[in-house]
């Protein structure tokens, strides 16, 4: 259906409970497509939470970088000043543009920069080649097939037109590409003195860009500091 006749005859909008994100009443695809357009906002709620309990000083860098891409997000939508498709359709829209689309540009922020942290950063390990590439791409389709979906979902929900979810990818892959690169060449190597500062002493914050792989090394790490508690605890029961 043209989007024409979509604005001309709109359907019957029903909103998911507290997030206010609408889809045509009795409309499955929509009511899953609903929900998969909250994904940018699980994302957000994970990096807080990560930043919370790991206070590790890439991911807050990351994370940065989602936040100044919002704001490039907002400056563009207030210098374009295009409107949205079908304008008064829904009840509650938080922003009156749509160019270019928030959800479309970061998805597509977190996808790409995602993508080259697989790829650039993450060191490979020589014993297990082959199975740690298969992950990396299984999680690379799994990730485009995420990023594709947001951003088919505004459109189908008439909250932006193709060429808004379009120019919001190319911004955001774009902010990605560079704020990876900037954090790699420029925020890296200064991540051990940041470290040392009393404040991230104090708030436990702390550098793991020099461990290849942190799941491994945490792993072991706790492995085996529970051991030893385990037979110092043996010791004394004897």
Request: proline share 5%; net charge positive.
């Given at each position: 259906m043209a989007l024409e006749e979509q604005c001309s005859a709109p359907p019957r909008w029903q909103a998911i409970s507290v997030t206010h994100v609408e889809?045509?009443?009795?409309?499955?695809?929509?009511?899953?497509?609903?929900y998969i357009s909250l994904l940018p906002v699980a994302i957000l709620v994970g990096f807080v939470t990560l930043i919370v309990f790991k206070r590790e000083l890439h991911t807050i860098s990351f994370f940065t970088g989602v936040l100044l891409n919002e704001g490039v997000n907002w400056v563009l939508k207030h210098i374009l000043r295009e409107p949205r498709p079908c304008a008064g359709s829904h009840t509650t829209v938080y922003a009156e543009y749509g160019m270019p689309s928030n959800h479309s540009q970061l998805i597509w922020?977190?996808?790409v920069?995602?993508?080259l942290f697989l790829y650039l950063r993450m060191h490979q390990t020589n014993n297990a080649r082959c199975v740690d590439l298969l992950w990396r791409h299984v999680l690379s389709i799994v990730l485009l097939g995420m990023a594709s979906s947001v951003s088919y979902s505004r459109v189908y929900l008439l909250y932006h037109t193709w060429s808004q979810v379009f120019y919001g990818a190319v911004t955001g892959s774009t902010m990605a590409i560079i704020?990876?690169?900037f954090t790699q060449e420029v925020l890296t190597p200064l991540f051990p003195k940041i470290a040392a500062w009393?404040?991230?002493e104090y708030f436990l914050v702390r550098d793991t860009s020099l461990i290849p792989?942190?799941?491994?090394?945490?792993?072991?790490?706790?492995r085996s500091e529970a051991?030893?508690?385990?037979?110092k605890l043996g010791t004394k029961l004897q």
């Amino acid at each position: 259906m043209a989007l024409e006749e979509q604005c001309s005859a709109p359907p019957r909008w029903q909103a998911i409970s507290v997030t206010h994100v609408e889809f045509p009443e009795g409309d499955l695809t929509g009511k899953l497509l609903a929900y998969i357009s909250l994904l940018p906002v699980a994302i957000l709620v994970g990096f807080v939470t990560l930043i919370v309990f790991k206070r590790e000083l890439h991911t807050i860098s990351f994370f940065t970088g989602v936040l100044l891409n919002e704001g490039v997000n907002w400056v563009l939508k207030h210098i374009l000043r295009e409107p949205r498709p079908c304008a008064g359709s829904h009840t509650t829209v938080y922003a009156e543009y749509g160019m270019p689309s928030n959800h479309s540009q970061l998805i597509w922020f977190f996808v790409v920069y995602f993508f080259l942290f697989l790829y650039l950063r993450m060191h490979q390990t020589n014993n297990a080649r082959c199975v740690d590439l298969l992950w990396r791409h299984v999680l690379s389709i799994v990730l485009l097939g995420m990023a594709s979906s947001v951003s088919y979902s505004r459109v189908y929900l008439l909250y932006h037109t193709w060429s808004q979810v379009f120019y919001g990818a190319v911004t955001g892959s774009t902010m990605a590409i560079i704020w990876f690169f900037f954090t790699q060449e420029v925020l890296t190597p200064l991540f051990p003195k940041i470290a040392a500062w009393p404040i991230s002493e104090y708030f436990l914050v702390r550098d793991t860009s020099l461990i290849p792989n942190i799941l491994w090394f945490e792993y072991t790490v706790t492995r085996s500091e529970a051991r030893n508690r385990q037979r110092k605890l043996g010791t004394k029961l004897q």
